[in-house]
């Protein structure tokens, strides 16, 4: 289906139209979404560098026409990358509205451990039932379990096939989307009629075009929480300085909001965003002249933030193909420790303490959505497609858009420029 | 300043231009945005409800030209009505932006509970800095206190006009904005120069236009946990029936989302949608069986539903001109009691607990952006001016837009359709 | 077993005496406690109102003798009264060393919805499993479910006599305890050859000899958030009450802990404690003073609290034998409202918010040591007998001694004194 | 004042009694404290390792007579050492004490970062006010400030009798209360009447004799907090382990009681206890056995635990003369890491986020009650005298006895054996 620049693929031509099972009695009203509606992508206007022609996005929803017999579904769900806040409320909201649709108790696996948990001879796929999935969304992590990193893509198919699964949902972020494409892709070139359906899981929110990922807010809300520590000890001692990494390898944004929401930090230092430690506009120079206003202050650093500075050169690739990072945090604390030796430095790193949390409520709704409208995707056709939110609208996205690469914080933007002007925090380069 | 059906009023032609004392250096690249700027209102097409002509909206932001010396700014700030998470942060955000500006210290006026404390005998304005509102955001309620009904314009445009105040500041919902709309017009038939700047407040989400007020996230997550408390109570009980009564006068907001967070709600009844008890499309009969298949079922009701089953006919009005409503919570428990006597049924009310927490991380960026560009609204010359939030971008909106008439569930929009789905709720009428 | 006063029933005469599964290995050094210990009761001396000849009760803990075989114990555990914060983590850990001693999967009962539950005709035991309790501890409530009044003793022994049953464990009040002693008395009378062991719940903490009941510090967390919150309400009112009604009918402990620890309540109402509301030394007038002094007042006030005020006379009791209370919350909101008729008067009755939260980290250890000695009480053969806390040793005692009346909180006493002294609250009578 | 071995020293001789300004009105009851009660401290009989004469200690509380005139009363107040949850709980209760007793406006004294802040020439006393106080419970840390290490006894006996001060509290560790004690004697021996009186303080409950000390339990809950984390993060990855590490240099208690209450954890290192990683009996070939069975595995490590294991022989100790540990969790991890290549393992170090948070309800009474006790022990004469919580009775203790040695888990006592027997721990040596 075209929309303007972001059309999303579809199998419809192997497959045959029928009418929802939802009437208009229970889905009444904002009931169903017609494949015309779309939202549009860009809202800023009279800005020479806003777009000329905004791009048009398809609306999410329920269609009033399906393209798969809810009787014969088998449904895959699998959940990649890193823990996020609100994954099991999305396994919870695609296991419900499959039910809802009428798919066959039995016949919602959920994928063990990653994509490679299609074809694993020691952990088989559970199956999912209203039952098995009822409160699972208090819990943080996912039921299903997760990995990182590759996995053979001919072997997936393989067992879609031979389970005959028509519909997988694909819970990742950049890495688990572009699995997620190349799996259409084989699917297509074996000629297997099985949709491939994402939901876009960062929590580092460095997704293309969409508003926020899920599990974010909850994210800065735990965030937050590690700052407002730091300001607690630093204030509590001697010309004290705090200190708290967060994560964020290539994106700062989880650093650029808990800043911003805390009320509390100084300095705040992002991948995207270069500075130097030392000279006149240097990080020291500056923190000097807070602790002699303030008495204390409190440094926020992403986990990506200030390679150049840290390395002496590129430190080569993970497995996953991540360029290997070194451990600003520590290096940091030596840094100032060296700089301030009559200070107090206390260095904080929450971890996975930041991912691990329950949903909140506003991600708790934000994640049932996306659900829902994936397993709508799903039964409309689409293919290679992902659910999202842009302007506050649900829209479908082709997987191609979203993974081209990961979002950054503009150091130009809006949102860099509020943080700063909020703590007042100059250049340091 | 023209916009598309969204004017903001302005009163530039009183004041002398000057340039903004941020320089391109300390509010770099995001930094100005010019009063040519504008967000597109409604982002829906291809849908026969959607609007022909979309409405442009003004957008927020700092402006490169100000309208007021800030050597010669003297600011009052009010907030008016209920409590609401996130009052602190406003406040805490105009004062330290107005400071940013270079507002003198001493010219920042902190209004005692509401309008009438401009004119007060005896709880004179107290004078804010950046000391007195350090860490004030991290309590609930307001440090300036505030209050419901009406006050005397004269009296207060006197005051404003002895002190000298060329910026007032109305935190306040529907009705507080109609005040501070009337205060404007009241200083312009005085030939006043002060410019009345809105910051919508309404716990209860209830504000046209914008995509959701300050506080209302926060009010849900606490509203939630209510709910989650009702559905132990229900489960740990002999056909259990917990009872929930959540705020929402004229508008089910808070509940219709608290029940789609908390996935542990059977029946929502909101304002908006009639129902009605006995019969068989009636909540008994619904209740009787959700009782039998799950053992226990937890209902939650907004403070305003079901008015017309509950009295014989209008209560009349309050003195804020507020309707007087029936106390339906009490009512349904000895209803729902009366139905199922063998039932335990308990009922919570978690009333001001909802509101009079501090606001979380995503409601604290948010009343911090807000506070903000209020604040540039104020510079540039705005007046009867209201800062908001229209698809996920800042913008300006004219008081008049926002305060018509409070806005409602959609019972056929897609929130309220969303979470009958959920929920598998059938219609009780 | 005689223990000074203390002595506690068993029933080893009709049963075989064998060693312990636990051997010196995996229960090492604190392992065994023999039935000679003992611990002081009355550890104050010098005080004439102390005790001449202190009492020794029965020192908790694993035998190296045991009464039972483990592969012949069928256990059944019952849950009696109102919800509070650790019944599952209880109900854990009583499953867990069940099955650690070596009971056979599939012998552990779990009795549905209280003592009724034994001979429901819908509501049959539930097998309890390590598997089927694994993180119930997170939840709050009783997996079991849970009621209130009284129970047919006999058809209750004639299930546990065709079902084998020779341990049941009673978590339960002052009333659910009572129970417990009268069915080990049927049982005796029947000559059947069961335990029963208590462990004492009470929310409100009313259990004779005991250092506190487990759940009790969780409430008084939930209990101050409500105190808070009437804080915040109050101070950003104009000459703002708020009232705060906690649990309490008969006894003031939540009351007058969580306004100890809150550090914002004026006035503290208990049922030990007469007051009158008006004249020189009323409340009335005394929050008239507190409202002159800081603006604004808190009123905490527990549920049995001025019931002579409210009524004329006795009400008479209802079903399970309670007197039947008027409700004091808003009689007291309405006298307050007409006494101040300027001051913005905010009622908060947190009611169940306050005891269906999970245990806090305190309780959770607390509910696993009693859970784990009422199972080390039932293998050594005790009958009729209670766990507890005393002087912070964990100990036994019989059902008889907790059971006489509820405590209360003493007026002359070092608790009550220290929250008046910490508040200034001066006699209202 | 003798006590059984535990006797009090005071500096009454110097000083005049005189009536206690409270009246039975106001302290009516449980009021006064005569000094000749005591509280039992060993209460366990029958127990051949049970102490034959049990110590008795002076009972704590308000005296009717007491030995500083109010109005002549200068008190200071000083925290030392690493933060705590409740500090500014025991300010704040010092401070309203004080003024109940009638000490004058101004003199009252917070004493900045520690015991140096008695003589800095940049950081002076602050005068503390109710006022000034009022809230700062609410917040973590400490609003004196603190710091480690040593001070200049002389410099302070000379700046307390240049400032008049007659009373001195001491809130701080082991450290603390033996700089304390060695403060009173140089006050002695310069002839200087003041008395100093200490609260003792440690998270990591290593204080003798006392039940627990203050914040104890809510960095308990804290820690919890990060197992329930490490939990999810284990089960959520394939064959994952979650680690943890707490605080607790030379006593395990915070890992013991968290990982008791977590109900989540396998293996459990403190350093108590010995344990060897490999061979059969060590900790890889337990958590071999445990991933097999239940997939995954969490590790609680305390950071003095297997400092023997970890490297060669003594590093030495740091500049306040603690020993210097190597750092236990990132070499777990890394020995984990290399016996499971398979496993994804996870490590979590909470570090400050378990001491910078507030007090929770429990804590919060406790702090009160134990500022007040300093209080009255310090008008009532004592001298180099402790407040305490002995069999859940407040009491006063010589400061000497307290400060022998730091308690450690006892690795044959009932709780290190409760927590094994929970969760199945073998030897690991």
Request: a neutral charge.
């Amino acid at each position: 289906v075209e929309a303007g620049g972001l059309a999303c693929p579809d199998i419809r031509e192997k497959l045959s139209p029928t009418r929802s099972p939802f009437s208009t009695h229970n889905n009444l009203g904002g009931g169903f979404v017609s494949d015309e509606e779309r939202i549009v992508v860009s809202v800023v206007r009279g800005n020479s560098s806003a777009e000329e022609e905004p791009a048009l996005a398809l609306r999410a929803g329920a269609r009033e026409t399906i393209y798969f017999d809810p009787k014969r579904v088998t449904a895959a769900i699998v959940t990649c990358g890193g823990l996020c806040p609100g994954l099991n409320d999305v396994v919870h909201g695609i296991v419900n509205k499959l039910f809802d649709y009428g798919v066959r108790e039995g016949n919602v696996l959920g994928i063990r451990y990653g994509f490679r948990g299609f074809y694993s001879k020691t952990d088989k796929p559970m199956s999912l039932t209203r039952q098995s999935v009822d409160g699972i969304q208090l819990r943080g992590g996912t039921i299903l379990g997760t990995s990182r990193g590759g996995a053979d893509l001919r072997r997936i198919v393989q067992k879609i096939d031979m389970w005959g699964v028509n519909m997988v949902f694909v819970v990742g972020g950049n890495g688990g989307n572009a699995g997620a494409a190349a799996l259409q892709r084989e699917l297509r070139l074996n000629d297997v009629d099985c949709v491939v359906i994402g939901v876009p899981k960062s929590i580092d929110n460095d997704i293309n075009i969409i508003d926020k990922t899920f599990g974010f807010d909850t994210a800065v809300e735990e965030a937050q929480r590690a700052l407002l520590a730091a300001k607690v000890e630093a204030s509590s001692a001697y010309r004290g300085i705090g200190i708290v990494k967060l994560m964020g390898r290539q994106s700062g944004f989880i650093a650029m909001q808990a800043s911003m929401a805390s009320g509390s930090v100084d300095v705040c230092l992002i991948p995207e965003v270069r500075f130097e430690l030392d000279g006149d506009r240097g990080v020291v120079s500056y923190v000097s002249r807070v602790l002699e206003n303030k008495g204390h202050a409190v440094v926020c650093v992403a986990e990506g933030a200030g390679q150049d500075v840290l390395s002496d050169g590129p430190n080569g690739v993970d497995a996953s193909g991540n360029p290997k990072l070194e451990d600003v945090g520590p290096w940091l604390k030596a840094e100032l420790k060296k700089a301030f030796p009559d200070s107090d430095v206390k260095y904080i790193d929450p971890s996975y303490l930041v991912r691990s949390t329950p949903a909140n409520a506003g991600d708790r709704i934000y994640c049932k959505v996306l659900a829902h409208n994936a397993v709508h995707a799903a039964f409309s056709g689409y293919a290679a497609t992902t659910v999202g939110l842009v302007n506050s609208h649900h829209v479908y996205l082709p997987m191609s858009a979203v993974v081209r690469s990961p979002r950054t914080v503009d150091p130009r933007g809006k949102s860099w420029n509020r943080l700063r002007a909020s703590i007042g925090q100059p250049d340091f380069f």
